[in-house]
């Protein structure tokens, strides 16, 4: 292993735990706060996931359930409008096509990592043309990083392109 990369992992892996309860710990919080703006969320943590009783029972309780959740927006062009203002506008995170880093990335699958699927496949995969798979970065206060999310929302809902629930 090059010298430099077996330092960084030395510096990096003590406080490892904190990081990922962390990541997870805003997971759930955020997925809560979304399906209470009543936006459409997956996350196994929601009690209506429909394996969240099997997941519970196989869990870590310190770390819940993980750190990505799911958005769906209904269509491509909500969820990369919704992407657009969370990086560009807010700097709630960034798009990307991978989802491991100490900040939010998000990306829209079915037109990036599933996009060799065709549309029955993504179907049956339960991936929408909107669904927006979001890992949950640890940078800034949670808080903050909330702000920043409502205020994207906020200007979907004042462009037209979210109802209002």
């Known amino acids: 292993m090059n010298a430099k990369v077996a330092f960084d992992l030395a510096e990096r892996i003590p406080h490892l735990g904190l990081r990922m309860k962390e990541h997870c710990n805003r997971a759930m919080v955020y997925a809560t706060r979304m399906k209470k703006m009543g936006l459409k969320v997956i996350y196994p943590g929601l009690e209506d ?6 997941l519970k029972s196989m869990a870590n309780k310190d770390y819940g359930f993980g750190g990505l959740l799911c958005l769906d927006m209904g ?10 203002l969370l990086q560009y506008c807010t700097q709630f995170g960034f798009m990307a096509v991978s989802l491991g ?4 990335l998000m990306s829209c699958s079915g037109s990036s990592t599933s996009s060799e ?4 496949e993504k179907s049956l995969a339960g991936i929408s043309p909107g669904l927006v798979r979001m890992s949950i970065g640890y940078i800034g206060t949670l808080e903050q990083r909330w702000s920043q999310f409502e205020k994207a929302i906020s200007r979907m809902q004042d462009s037209g392109l979210l109802n209002k629930k």
């Open 49 to 54: 996931h429909p394996q969240h009783e099997l």
């Open 75 to 84: 269509t491509e062009e909500k969820a990369n409008r919704l992407m657009n």
């Open 101 to 104: 880093y100490y900040e939010t």
């Open 117 to 120: 699927m065709n549309a029955e």
